[in-house]
């Protein structure tokens, strides 16, 4: 049986793997930002959210910095969150 596992589970294709490397350097060069920071911010970005929502992991997620223009016309750096939420947690009293 876990022949047939390893034969028909679903492994990332190793063009959508570049893909997201890629995107993790461009996201480096936009916004001065190391990936290594970037991970530190997406666990941590996790940890408060998991507090009070039950995240769906399996369905992945995103979090991108890019940049935009405020008011002013100066660019500015912006964190942008796709997280799939399974629920809302209730509260504890």
Known sequence: MDFLKNIFSKKP??????KDR????LIHDRANCSTDLLEMMKNDIM???AKYMD?????????????TTDD??????VLYAN????????KKK
Not at 13 to 18: E, R, T
Not at 55 to 67: C, K, R, T, V, Y
């Open 13 to 18: 294709q190793s063009g959508s793997v570049a």
């Open 22 to 25: 890629l995107k993790l350097v």
């Open 47 to 49: 940890q408060v959210i």
């Open 55 to 67: 995240i769906d992991e399996a369905a992945g997620m995103d979090i991108n910095i890019s940049q």
């Open 72 to 77: 002013n016309n100066k660019t500015v750096p």
């Open 83 to 90: 997280i799939p939420i399974k629920n809302m947690r209730k």
